[in-house]
Structure formats: structure tokens, C-alpha cells
């Protein structure tokens, strides 16, 4: 099927930009470093570091989405090359839900890596005291550090003798690492003796990443929509400001709209206004809610929703865009 053969070229050619892997190493210098800054809250330094956590992959998930919608859609319109696409018996439907089905594996797989760096500070902690054992997590560092190696010396050997890309050998060979090393880590403890997987990670943790992650995606479905139309920079700041307003909209909207009125003049707004804050669980991490599965199927049904509209408009925007 020509969507998925475009999705596939789209998926290759995002995780092939140079932007991409700045992205996720700049991704992963955050969240090593918020065990540090998390350190100096007055409260407890570990809830923190998970609100750091839960704030750097929405940021550079919102960037991620961005440039790579851009990069595999609205450049493509501005070189031409989209004409060669559009001018077979291939609907322009197709062309806007195969795009965004590559730029979503691409996020996947950025955020899959990010994922990963997250939970190994989650399980390194913050530094709890001077000693030795308490600020340091060696069967993290050794792991993740070797992880980060070996996938360094694999890409650029593959680049080498091989001419494979680096930046897309780097990130899938990261990701496989990363994991392998997660893995291992999670069935050893600090002291390397056995313990339960378990023991290190709160589940109710992976609720509140996979909440983030759709997140992303119903802002990756924005930032194609915007690109079948706008600039790079254009875009961004769509996807800016998408943002922004996702996250003041339950707040702002539902004020204007009322409580007692049925329709109102903001009634709109505040139904097409992604509510960011419904995917947002570290304040109820960090103050011992629990996150229910029911709440995750009705949450993760309202980002499907978000998606399926914002791609309907970006299928509508790119039927009479003018590639030629």
C-alpha cells in the first residue's frame, strides 16, 4: 500500500536528519543534569526530579514533532520533491496520513530512548547523602555508559566501512542499548545483588510516560497539519503555541465558557483546544493519586480523537496546496 511505503521513506528520513539526534542528546544532557538541579529542592528531591523528567520529554517531544513534521513535509513542498509523489495515482490522503505515520515512528523512537534515560535517573535518585554508595548508582552509570559506547562505536564503524547513515544507526542502536541495559539494571540493585524488577520503579510511573508520549503525538498531528501549509518557523510556533494553550486551556476556556450555560461563544474553543492537561500526571505522581486504567483508556481515547481531527484538517489543507 503506497501509505505505508510513504511512511516507511518518511519514518527513514526523519530519523536521517541531523536535528533529530541533536534533539535526543540534548534530551538525554537534560535529564542526566536534572539529578543535579533536583538535588537543591526543599522538598523531596526525588518527586522533583520526576516533575523534571515529565517536563523535558513534553519539550523536546513538542521540538521533535515540529522539525520533523517540517522536515519531511514542508520542506518537501518548498523543494518540489512532493511533486513527484502527487503526480502518480497516489491520493493526497494518503500522502498526509503516510507522512505522519513516519514522523510518529520517529517520535517513537526518540521518545523510547528519552524514556529509557528518564527511568535510569528515576532509578540513580538524587544524591542522598556524601558517601560514595549514596551518590553514585554504578550499575546504572557502568550499563547506561556502555550502552551509550557501544551504540557510539557502531554507528560510526557502520559509517565507515559501510556508509550507513550515522545518525539513524546511532538512534535505533541507542535505543536497543538503552533497553538491554534498562533490563539488566532493573533485576540489580545498587549494592549488585539481586532483587525484584520492580523494586526501583513505580508503575504508576510508565502511566504517566505513555500519557506524555500522546502528548506528543496529538502535537505531532498539529505540527503536520501546519506544515502542509507553513514554514519551518511557522510551524514551530504553531506547535508553540498549540502547546501553550493546551496547557492553560482547562483552566482559561472552561472559566469563559461557563459552568451554567450550555453553548457559549468560548463553548468552541474549548472543545477544539488539545486540554495538554489531561495527559499531565506529575502532579498526581508527585501527590499520590493513583492513575487508574480507566482513566488512561478514556485519556488515550481523547488523544486518538485529537489526532484523527487535526489529520482530517491536514489531509483538508494539503487537497488543494498548490506543489507545483
Known amino acids: 500500500m503506497p501509505v505505508f511505503t510513504i511512511a516507511g521513506n518518511a519514518f ?44 523535558t520529554l513534553l519539550l523536546v517531544g513538542l521540538l521533535l514533532a515540529g522539525f520533523t513534521a517540517t522536515g ?43 524514556a529509557v534515560v528518564f527511568l535510569l535517573t528515576v532509578r540513580h ?22 550502552a551509550a559506547g557501544g551504540a557510539l562505536a557502531i554507528a560510526a564503524l557502520a559509517n565507515y566501512f559501510y556508509r550507513r547513515p550515522f545518525t539513524s544507526t546511532f538512534a535505533v542502536c541507542l535505543g536497543g542499548g538503552l533497553t538491554a541495559a534498562l533490563g539488566i539494571i532493573s533485576f540489580i540493585s545498587r549494592d549488585w545483588e539481586p532483587q525484584h524488577p520492580l523494586t526501583d520503579f513505580n508503575p504508576q510511573l510508565l502511566f504517566a510516560i505513555l500519557l506524555a508520549l500522546e502528548a506528543i503525538l496529538v502535537l505531532a498531528a498539529i505540527a ?14 504553531v506547535c508553540l503555541g498549540g ?3 493546551g496547557l492553560v486551556s482547562d483552566y482559561f476556556l472552561s472559566l469563559l465558557a461557563g459552568a451554567d450555560r450550555l453553548w457559549t461563544i468560548w463553548t468552541l474553543p474549548a472543545v477544539v483546544v488539545p486540554n495538554l492537561q489531561y495527559f499531565w500526571m506529575a502532579d498526581a505522581l508527585t501527590q499520590g493519586h493513583p492513575i487508574t486504567g480507566d482513566y488512561v483508556a ?4 481523547y488523544a486518538a480523537c485529537m489526532v484523527v481531527a487535526f489529520g482530517g484538517l491536514a489531509i483538508l489543507l494539503f487537497q488543494d496546496r498548490d506543489v507545483g
Open 125 to 146: 535518585r538524587v544524591q542522598a547523602s556524601v558517601r560514595d554508595e549514596d551518590i553514585f548508582d554504578v550499575p546504572v552509570l557502568l550499563f547506561g555508559l556502555g
Open 224 to 237: 503536520v497539519a501546519a506544515s502542509t501549509r507553513l514554514t519551518q518557523t511557522a510551524t514551530l510556533l
Open 298 to 301: 478514556s485519556v488515550t481515547l
Open 12 to 55: 527513514l528520513e526523519s530519523i536521517r536528519q541531523r536535528i533529530f539526534i541533536v534533539l535526543i542528546c540534548v534530551g538525554i544532557l537534560a535529564l542526566v543534569l536534572n539529578v543535579n538541579v533536583a538535588a537543591y529542592a526543599f522538598a523531596d528531591d526525588n518527586k522533583l526530579l520526576v516533575d523534571l523528567g515529565l517536563s
Open 72 to 114: 519531511v513535509i514542508g520542506r518537501e513542498i518548498e523543494n518540489k520533491t512532493v511533486l513527484t509523489v502527487v503526480s502518480k495515482p497516489v491520493p493526497r490522503a494518503a500522502v498526509v496520513i503516510g507522512k505522519y505515520l513516519g514522523v510518529t515512528g520517529a517520535i517513537l523512537l526518540a521518545f523510547w530512548i528519552l
Open 243 to 245: 502547546f501553550l494553550l
